[in-house]
């Protein structure tokens, strides 16, 4: 085994965020044969449910375990930042104690036998700490203490999960919880200047159409309408075909963006190749992704038929029922309406 440094354990912290965000993002999959039933009901799990719930149970406890972890991994990084002794518990390694009271380095063994404290024990201390205004930075931190209600709730919910296998967030009220709640917590740590700078490490790609997926989802909730189930979901796939995107070209250096450009032409080409392949024998038509910018979402159309009482054909028109882009695997199921109607700008028509 190795021990890991301070840079290592922010690159694990974000690592967490990333996963954490992949895994609320895949919600929307896991129950889009339901969304119809969801946006209907808060209560009453029906039988249909039931058959979703593996592969959504997979997402909500990857999704509330490595929020935690991220918050936990963030919180002792504070602690540790004004001295490494407030993350752990009290010791009988009184040489490991005294090293780390003159600011000296610790050996794997010595760091091996001081004892982490509980997320609980941090959120106590950190809390007590800003409130008594004895940590660095107190006024820009205070938010950790007027949102220690939320890491406390959250907390509860790994511990549920990770001990009793207990207690699953239902579709919307882990849409609430997410957006509401975790998601501002998150903007304002990752802009302290210890987090800050490190997007690469955990944000999903820029979006084409621009839209600020975080953003967006926070509004929602802060918003006094009433909360749009299916803007929510429509949120949630966009940041999961992004973080699927293959495209690298527009996240590196202009000294390797030449090979970038080079590996995304083959990402095109190959996307292309498919689309064309199955749009000559499906009925579609082709759009540009507003996730990776590419003309290689696929919309598949259907026909409908109106008939008189005695069979005759009235009225004919075609619909779509399905998107799903070939590059970056963008994917929606009907019951959607148009991007702008639920005030998100920079999207084209879709489902026309």
């Given at each position: ?53 593996n ?57 091996s ?8 024990e ?67 740590f ?10 690469h ?40 075909a ?74 004919a ?6 998107l ?29």
């Amino acid at each position: 085994l190795q021990e890991s440094n301070n840079n290592d354990e922010l690159d694990i912290a974000f690592t967490s965020l990333k996963i954490a965000l992949m895994s609320y993002f895949t919600t929307y999959q896991d129950c889009h044969s339901y969304i119809g039933v969801l946006v209907k009901t808060d209560n009453d799990v029906s039988e249909e449910d039931i058959s979703y719930h593996n592969s959504y149970y997979k997402s909500c406890i990857e999704t509330i375990v490595h929020f935690q972890h991220f918050f936990e991994l963030a919180c002792k990084k504070i602690l540790k930042d004004e001295h490494p002794l407030l993350v752990n518990e009290a010791s009988k390694k009184v040489v490991a104690l005294h090293k780390l009271l003159k600011g000296e380095s610790l050996s794997v063994e010595e760091e091996s036998s001081l004892r982490s404290i509980e997320f609980s024990e941090t959120i106590t201390r950190l809390t007590d700490l800003i409130k008594k205004k004895r940590i660095n930075d107190y006024k820009k931190l205070n938010f950790i203490h007027s949102n220690m209600k939320v890491l406390t709730e959250l907390n509860v919910l790994r511990n549920r999960i990770w001990h009793r296998g207990l207690y699953i967030l239902r579709y919307k009220a882990l849409d609430e919880f997410v957006c509401n709640f975790i998601l501002p917590l998150v903007v304002e740590f990752v802009n302290l200047n210890q987090f800050s700078g490190n997007d690469h490490l955990w944000k999903y790609k820029k979006l084409n159409c621009k839209i600020s997926i975080i953003d967006e989802l926070i509004k929602e909730y802060k918003s006094t309408e009433p909360v749009n189930t299916r803007k929510i979901a429509l949120l949630k796939e966009l940041g999961r075909a992004a973080y699927n995107n293959p495209l690298t070209e527009a996240t590196h250096s202009s000294r390797i963006m030449t090979f970038a450009k080079i590996l995304d032409n083959k990402e095109k080409l190959r996307a292309r190749k498919i689309v064309e392949a199955i749009t000559q024998h499906e009925n579609s038509s082709v759009k540009n992704c507003p996730v990776c910018g590419v003309d290689t979402l696929i919309a598949y159309k259907d026909s409908e038929l109106e008939l008189d009482d005695e069979g005759n054909l009235i009225n004919a028109y075609d619909y779509t029922y399905r998107l799903v882009c070939e590059c970056c695997g963008l994917s929606l199921n009907s019951g959607f309406s148009e991007a702008k109607s639920y005030g998100l700008v920079g999207i084209e028509n879709l489902w026309d």
